[in-house]
């Protein structure tokens, strides 16, 4: 089993900053890429940012410049730092993982996260 738990969400003023982490555990080989998707109410799910196992990014244009993914790989942590929060970053943050759980098979498979409220408000 595999689990994916993320913390750090909450409400914040725009402008304000955050921090999200996302701690992956269980029977994990080897994990490829860590990413974080947001999913705002009435809209479907969209990438937020991407770190693959060798620090390789990708960021939605929406998030560029502003927010920064980072990984902990011995840690198999992803977390993401972001700044100048706007009313738009509201949405329930997805953290999601491609990992490999057996050495003996080449296999990856994607694992989720339950989410995690983030609410810029003032």
């Known amino acids: 089993q595999v689990q994916l738990v993320e913390s750090g969400g909450g409400l914040v003023q725009p402008g304000g900053s955050l921090r999200l982490s996302c701690a992956a555990s269980?029977?994990?080989?080897?994990?490829?890429?860590m990413g974080w998707y947001r999913q705002a109410p009435g809209k479907g799910r969209e990438l937020v940012a991407r770190?693959?196992?060798?620090?390789?990014?990708n960021y939605a244009d929406s998030v560029k410049g502003r927010f920064t993914i980072s990984r902990d790989n011995a840690k198999n942590t992803v977390y993401l730092h972001m700044n100048r929060l706007k009313p738009e970053d509201t949405a329930v943050y997805y953290c999601?993982?491609?990992?490999?759980?057996?050495?003996?098979?080449?296999?990856?498979?994607?694992?989720w996260g339950q989410g995690t409220q983030v609410t810029v408000s003032s």
């Open positions: 999601n993982a491609l990992l490999r759980t057996d050495p003996n098979r080449p296999n990856e498979y994607i694992y």
């Open positions: 770190i693959t196992s060798g620090g390789s990014t």
């Open positions: 269980g029977s994990i080989f080897s994990i490829n890429y």
